[in-house]
């Protein structure tokens, strides 16, 4: 159980173009869903938190404007990379959580989106 | 959530042999978890301690804890090519955001 999926695997696409990653939560419902990104060789770094039906928040640094998320229901939540830039050539990670776990702060993450900006 | 440190930072071992990552923490936690990440992939959950807890196990994953130190061990046990990844330690409080380290980069030869 607690299998995420993320859609696309990977994504190659020019400069200046917007993509969508899609991540969704296969046989539970994800109260909380976060985005990650890792550079090569680097640890993973949490980009935004987000809730169902409520605006994500970010972490310092990460653009809201750039990185759209949207949490539309408890199995989906999207990340759209706006107009692409190669520094934004990343492995982009989804991990998904829900209430109940005893308070804990087990995640489940997808496999993640190797998105590559010519 | 605060950030866990492991070490060693890089672990190279032989097949069959036993591998031993450590981590460490500052403040007090409720729970520590370990994950697991294949080079280029996502991360999978291996195992979550309380911290009630000294010592769990899962198939060959040995986990314990001791608070009073701010500290965790993961024990690997007759390693296989396969477990060649990075492993991270995750100290947690309650529901919220996870923060990774650099985490431990085992190599296991066969």
């Known amino acids: 159980g607690a299998v995420v999926s993320q859609h696309p695997s990977w994504v190659i696409c020019k400069s200046g173009t917007s993509v969508k990653i899609e991540c969704r939560s296969l046989?539970?419902?994800?109260?909380?869903m976060f985005w990650y990104r890792q550079f090569p060789k680097q640890s993973l770094m949490l980009m935004a938190t987000s809730n169902e039906g409520s605006k994500a928040t970010y972490e310092q640094g990460v653009e809201k404007d750039k990185f759209l998320i949207n949490h539309a229901s408890l199995t989906l939540s999207t990340l759209t990379v706006t107009s692409a830039h190669p520094e934004d050539s990343s492995f982009y990670i989804c991990?998904?959580?829900?209430?109940?776990?005893?308070?804990?702060?087990?995640?489940?993450f997808g496999p993640g989106t190797r998105l590559t900006v010519l | 959530s605060q950030q866990g440190e492991e070490d060693p930072q890089a672990l190279s071992i032989q097949e069959g042999e036993n591998a031993t990552m450590n981590c460490s923490y500052k403040?007090?936690?409720?729970?520590l978890q370990w994950y697991r990440q294949n080079s280029g992939r996502g991360l999978v959950h291996l195992i979550l301690i309380r911290s009630n807890e000294r010592e769990k196990h899962s198939g060959r994953l040995r986990v314990t804890l001791d608070t009073s130190k701010k500290s965790s061990s993961l024990l690997i046990t007759a390693s296989r090519a396969a477990d060649t990844a990075s492993y991270f330690c995750v100290p947690g409080r309650s529901q919220g955001n996870l923060i990774f380290g650099k985490g431990t980069k085992l190599s296991v030869k066969p």
């Open positions: 403040t007090s936690i409720n729970n």
């Open positions: 991990s998904a959580s829900w209430e109940g776990q005893g308070g804990t702060d087990t995640q489940y």
């Open positions: 046989d539970f419902q994800a109260t909380t």
